[in-house]
């Protein structure tokens, strides 16, 4: 509808796809995106040709493309002399074998590595690694979120440790946040690269969030 609002990218971390590494869920990352062949690799189980992606499974595959025309690198083969994609790792599918073949099917439609419908997000620029102490608690939980999300989808993420987290004021250096700002637009800069310029160790440095029960335990 014209006027509306595009609507918002999900941003993954690396950490995240690689949670998705098995036969029946099957996520990849390449060139900044974030894909789900699940369903690809179910409609064809048993091929050969989905072996190299199974095994890629879980990790990022950006070094398979050429990402001037974001397809599959290509070479010259030695002795054919002919133009064919460079698959190290072994043929994959909607791929063209090495040489002339008449059972290869080519109405597949669009590759898969083109198909926008599979993709579920944007692999992050940076993770940001922080601290989450519970102030009723004293439990301190160690989170990783991307530096794009504002603090509303980083407390999504904690709510698979505590799923109570709606109730709770989320504060930094005794400060409310402003759950629709990231980090950085909260006052919370990413200063890894200063730690590692001075030899520091980033992990005893992570930024600690603290939360302030409200008294209502109402699920929101």
């Given at each position: 509808m014209e006027g509306s609002a595009l609507p918002r990218s999900r941003y993954l971390t690396q950490t995240d796809v690689a949670l998705h590494?098995?036969?029946?869920?099957?996520?990849?990352?390449?060139?900044?995106?974030?894909?789900?062949?699940?369903?690809?690799?179910?409609?064809?189980?048993?091929?050969?040709?989905?072996?190299?992606?199974?095994?890629?499974?879980?990790?990022?595959?950006?070094?398979?493309?050429?990402?001037?025309?974001?397809?599959?690198?290509?070479?010259?083969?030695?002795?054919?002399?002919?133009?064919?994609?460079?698959?190290?790792?072994?043929?994959?599918?909607?791929?063209?074998?090495?040489?002339?073949?008449?059972?290869?099917?080519?109405?597949?439609?669009?590759?898969?590595?083109?198909?926008?419908?599979?993709?579920?997000?944007?692999?992050?620029?940076?993770?940001?690694?922080?601290?989450?102490?519970?102030?009723?608690?004293?439990?301190?939980?160690?989170?990783?979120?991307?530096?794009?999300?504002?603090?509303?989808?980083?407390?999504?993420?904690?709510?698979?440790?505590?799923?109570?987290?709606?109730?709770?004021?989320?504060?930094?250096?005794?400060?409310?946040?402003?759950?629709?700002?990231?980090?950085?637009?909260?006052?919370?800069?990413?200063?890894?690269?200063?730690?590692?310029?001075?030899?520091?160790?980033?992990?005893?440095?992570r930024p600690a969030i603290m939360l302030y029960y409200n008294d209502d335990l109402t699920e929101m």
């Open positions: 590494n098995e036969e029946n869920d099957v996520w990849v990352s390449y060139l900044g995106h974030v894909y789900d062949l699940t369903s690809l690799c179910a409609e064809h189980k048993g091929s050969t040709l989905i072996r190299p992606i199974l095994e890629a499974a879980g990790s990022d595959i950006s070094h398979w493309f050429n990402k001037t025309t974001l397809d599959i690198r290509t070479r010259i083969d030695e002795e054919t002399g002919c133009l064919q994609y460079s698959t190290p790792m072994g043929r994959f599918l909607h791929t063209p074998p090495p040489f002339p073949c008449s059972n290869w099917k080519t109405n597949f439609g669009t590759p898969w590595w083109q198909n926008d419908k599979c993709r579920v997000g944007v692999v992050t620029k940076h993770s940001r690694h922080l601290r989450i102490i519970n102030t009723l608690t004293s439990q301190e939980s160690a989170l990783e979120a991307c530096e794009e999300e504002t603090l509303s989808e980083i407390l999504e993420r904690y709510l698979y440790i505590n799923r109570h987290a709606k109730c709770y004021t989320w504060k930094y250096n005794g400060v409310p946040l402003d759950m629709g700002r990231t980090l950085q637009e909260n006052g919370i800069a990413n200063q890894d690269d200063d730690f590692y310029n001075l030899g520091m160790d980033e992990e005893e440095w």
